[in-house]
């Protein structure tokens, strides 16, 4: 069968010629370039006269042209060394700016966080202030990410770091326990249960809780319902984006009350205000989670930096007068550290 002539491809392009050259050969040329002397080159390379002519021979081989003329007398370039010492030059300079780039990023310190509430409003701001003094070249990028992004985007690498939220089931997953607090209600200025010093876990039978949306959170709803249930009290949830400034909001229109860590009561949100609970609930359990495989100098230096910070902003936050504890069923109580329902929106 007769195929007609080979067609030829439209994007072929004649070959170029392989050149075999090393950095080396270039760093000697350009040096006895300067000299135009063996010996003085040799010294300054810390490399033998032979050496220096073997790699000058080398080259010209490589290049197919003379690059010196050397008599008893002097050392000179030759009109090809002329013109290719620019191009050398420029070989030199590009392997320098892509040795510097690629050490940049080896000891970078850059680092991509998300952080929950307590981690945006209350820690954020003291670890800024750390990486400022402390590391002024440190590199900071904050990000907001739901819970489902978090843990969909952590093991991708595309972010670093969560700050201030509950241990997620990510599969090598490292988690540092930073702090442990108790839960509060967020309700309305208008609302009748901001007039109580202490509010009963009971009034939520009947007042709506803002959760947020299954797809931003899986575990948001579940984690009220559980934490209501040994009081035999199903709740009724408004559904909201995770958000907490979104669901402040939610609270201060009068759509219901927001549970959050006592933490966030050291912050400002216009028409609502902070109630602790009358009863005994679990305390919740907040961290910074990164993935095991993440040994930067970046992240270890954000750990250092979190661990203090923690200490130090969170021990500090305020106190509202002692309430009374009201029985409740009998429960083990440990700390949760699985729901991230605090965590911001994106």
Same mark, same amino acid.
């Given at each position: 069968?007769?195929?007609?002539?080979?067609?030829?491809?439209?994007?072929?392009?004649?070959?170029?010629?392989?050149?075999?050259?090393?950095?080396?050969?270039?760093?000697?040329?350009?040096t006895l370039a300067d000299l135009l002397n063996y010996n003085k080159t040799a010294r300054v390379l810390y490399m033998s006269q032979p050496t220096i002519s073997f790699q000058i021979k080398s080259l010209? @081989? !490589?290049?197919?042209?003379?690059?010196?003329?050397? #008599?008893?007398?002097?050392?000179?370039?030759?009109?090809?060394?002329?013109?290719?010492?620019?191009?050398?030059?420029?070989?030199?300079?590009?392997?320098?700016?892509?040795?510097?780039?690629?050490?940049?990023?080896?000891?970078?310190?850059?680092?991509?966080?998300?952080?929950?509430?307590?981690?945006?409003?209350? =820690?954020?701001?003291?670890?800024?202030?750390?990486?400022?003094?402390?590391?002024?070249?440190? @590199? =900071?990028?904050?990000?907001?990410?739901?819970?489902?992004?978090?843990?969909?985007?952590?093991?991708?690498?595309k972010v670093d770091a969560l700050l201030m939220v509950g241990s997620l089931p990510v599969p090598g997953l490292h988690f540092d326990p930073l702090y442990e607090d108790s839960l509060m209600a967020m309700?309305?200025?208008?609302?009748? =249960?901001?007039?109580?010093?202490?509010?009963?876990?009971?009034?939520?039978?009947?007042?709506?809780?803002?959760? *947020?949306?299954?797809? #931003?959170?899986?575990?948001?709803?579940?984690?009220?319902? !559980?934490?209501?249930?040994?009081?035999?009290?199903?709740?009724?949830? +408004?559904? *909201?984006?995770?958000?907490?400034? +979104?669901?402040?909001?939610?609270?201060?229109?009068?759509?219901?009350? !927001?549970?959050?860590?006592?933490?966030?009561? !050291?912050?400002?949100?216009?028409?609502?205000?902070?109630?602790?609970?009358?009863?005994?609930?679990?305390?919740?359990?907040?961290?910074?989670? *990164?993935?095991?495989?993440?040994? *930067?100098?970046?992240?270890?230096?954000?750990?250092n930096v979190a661990l203090k910070c923690a200490t130090t902003a969170l021990k500090a936050k305020p106190r509202t007068a002692a309430r009374p504890v009201t029985p409740r069923p009998k429960l083990v109580?440990?700390? +949760?550290?699985?729901?991230?329902?605090?965590?911001?929106?994106?």
């Amino acid at each position: 069968m007769d195929f007609g002539p080979p067609r030829t491809c439209r994007h072929s392009t004649s070959r170029r010629p392989l050149l075999d050259f090393r950095i080396r050969q270039l760093q000697c040329f350009l040096t006895l370039a300067d000299l135009l002397n063996y010996n003085k080159t040799a010294r300054v390379l810390y490399m033998s006269q032979p050496t220096i002519s073997f790699q000058i021979k080398s080259l010209e @081989e !490589a290049f197919g042209a003379k690059l010196f003329v050397r #008599d008893r007398q002097q050392v000179r370039l030759t009109e090809a060394g002329r013109a290719f010492r620019d191009y050398a030059q420029t070989i030199m300079d590009t392997v320098d700016s892509a040795h510097e780039a690629l050490s940049n990023i080896n000891t970078r310190l850059q680092l991509r966080v998300a952080c929950g509430p307590v981690g945006q409003f209350v =820690l954020l701001p003291s670890i800024l202030r750390m990486l400022t003094e402390m590391y002024p070249d440190f @590199e =900071l990028e904050v990000i907001e990410l739901t819970t489902e992004q978090m843990i969909a985007r952590l093991p991708e690498g595309k972010v670093d770091a969560l700050l201030m939220v509950g241990s997620l089931p990510v599969p090598g997953l490292h988690f540092d326990p930073l702090y442990e607090d108790s839960l509060m209600a967020m309700v309305s200025c208008r609302s009748p =249960l901001a007039q109580m010093d202490a509010i009963s876990v009971e009034c939520l039978r009947t007042t709506p809780i803002i959760a *947020s949306r299954m797809k #931003d959170c899986r575990f948001h709803q579940p984690f009220v319902r !559980a934490l209501l249930a040994p009081f035999g009290i199903t709740p009724r949830i +408004v559904e *909201s984006p995770q958000s907490c400034t +979104v669901q402040f909001a939610y609270a201060a229109a009068g759509e219901g009350l !927001a549970i959050a860590t006592r933490a966030m009561e !050291a912050c400002v949100f216009p028409n609502i205000v902070a109630r602790p609970f009358q009863e005994e609930l679990p305390t919740f359990q907040l961290g910074l989670a *990164s993935m095991l495989s993440n040994d *930067s100098a970046a992240m270890a230096i954000f750990r250092n930096v979190a661990l203090k910070c923690a200490t130090t902003a969170l021990k500090a936050k305020p106190r509202t007068a002692a309430r009374p504890v009201t029985p409740r069923p009998k429960l083990v109580q440990p700390a +949760v550290t699985y729901f991230s329902g605090q965590t911001q929106a994106s």
